[in-house]
């Protein structure tokens, strides 16, 4: 029923760019704040970026990548992207989207960026 499937990761160089995306279905995705989180290796699920769902949404990034990623979202396609650009080596991980409220915590399966020579 809910689902919420990435696509686009991949391995590149650093210096290069991706864009994510997180298609949606089974639940009202307008309504919903969405995240990117990812899977460091050597480190624990940290929150990349954030969108909310005001006209426009509000934004929030990690410092880490702040400058670097943008997030939006596409409610009419019900789809959250994740464009990424001067990835760095450290930015290599397993991205996942979430969408969620008080009333539902959605999650995808994720998707490999690998950032290497």
């Known amino acids: 029923q809910v689902q919420l499937v990435e696509s686009g990761g991949g391995l590149v160089q650093p210096g290069g760019s991706l864009r994510l995306s997180c298609a949606a279905s089974?639940?009202?995705?307008?309504?919903?704040?969405l995240r990117w989180h990812r899977q460091v290796p050597g480190r624990g699920r940290e929150m990349v970026a954030a969108?909310?769902?005001?006209?426009?949404?509000?934004?929030y990034y990690a410092d880490a990548v702040k400058g670097r990623f943008t997030i939006s979202r596409d409610n009419a396609k019900g789809t959250a992207y994740l464009q990424m650009t001067g990835l760095k080596v450290e930015d290599t991980g397993i991205y996942s989207c979430?969408?969620?409220?008080?009333?539902?915590?959605?999650w995808g399966q994720g998707t490999q960026v690998t950032v290497s020579e």
């Open positions: 089974g639940f009202n995705f307008p309504d919903f704040n």
């Open positions: 979430n969408a969620h409220r008080s009333y539902g915590d959605y």
């Open positions: 969108i909310g769902i005001s006209s426009p949404p509000t934004t």
